[in-house]
């Protein structure tokens, strides 16, 4: 079953910030939602996480909606090692797996 | 991530093959999963571990068995390969959470398996 919705491909030019959404309508009360992108065929790397409030590190920023139907990564300056893959994921309600979708390819362009 | 390390990078083997891809972790997580990636799709989960003794299977489970030697190691087998069965296969770890759903999972670099 597909947790999340995220729009296939985005554009962003370098030095801007990359504003990537997601829709996760059916989430429940105690599931995260964890952003992760991809390289090439690179595995994985974990960007950020969060429940209700909003997140910051070093990486970016999660903002989720006061309904948590849906929520936003930010990268702040994007650069273009920031091309990338980039999936948005809650964990399952069997509390099990992640369920990883297709995600948006980010294509930072100078 | 260079804690999670998976062995070989690279494999061709033939149908009817047996193959084992392993996997070892440096992070003391007890959590370990096997994923594969098909072109243009995203991961889908095979087997996932939650200890030693725990074995659980995932989305997509037939024709892959895994073996946990270790709380550092987990393997993926795979007991006579067929083509539909090319892929990338990534491992990935996670600590125990007691009960939280929160489950930051680190993802080794992939080893990427074709199956004439």
């Known amino acids: 079953d597909a947790k999340t919705t995220q729009p296939p491909s985005m554009d962003c030019a370098e030095g801007r910030a990359a504003n990537l959404p997601c829709n996760h309508s059916?989430?429940?009360?105690?599931?995260?939602v964890y952003w992760y992108r991809q390289i090439h065929s690179q595995g994985p790397q974990y960007i950020i996480h969060g429940l209700k409030n909003n997140e910051t590190n070093e990486m970016a920023s999660l903002i989720i909606t006061e309904d948590r139907k849906s929520s936003t990564l930010i990268l702040p300056h994007a650069t273009l090692r920031d091309t990338a893959v980039y999936y948005c994921i809650v964990r399952s309600r069997t509390g099990n797996q992640f369920y990883f979708g297709t995600g948006t390819s980010l294509t930072v362009i100078p | 991530d260079a804690d999670v390390t998976q062995t070989p990078r690279n494999r061709i083997t033939k149908t009817g093959k047996r193959i084992m891809l392993e996997c070892s972790q440096t992070?003391?997580?007890?959590?370990m999963y096997w994923y594969r990636q098909d072109p243009g799709l995203g991961l889908r989960l095979i087997y996932y571990?939650?200890?030693?003794?725990?074995?659980n299977k995932g989305e997509i489970s037939d024709g892959y068995s895994v073996s946990r030697q270790a709380q550092a190691k987990f393997s993926l087998s795979l007991e006579s390969a067929i083509p539909n069965q090319t892929a990338l296969y990534f491992c990935a770890t996670s600590p125990s959470t007691s009960g939280s759903m929160e489950d930051t999972q680190y993802f080794g670099p992939g080893t990427r398996l074709t199956v004439l």
């Open positions: 992070k003391g997580h007890d959590r």
């Open positions: 571990s939650f200890d030693v003794k725990d074995i």
């Open positions: 059916t989430i429940s009360g105690n599931e995260y």
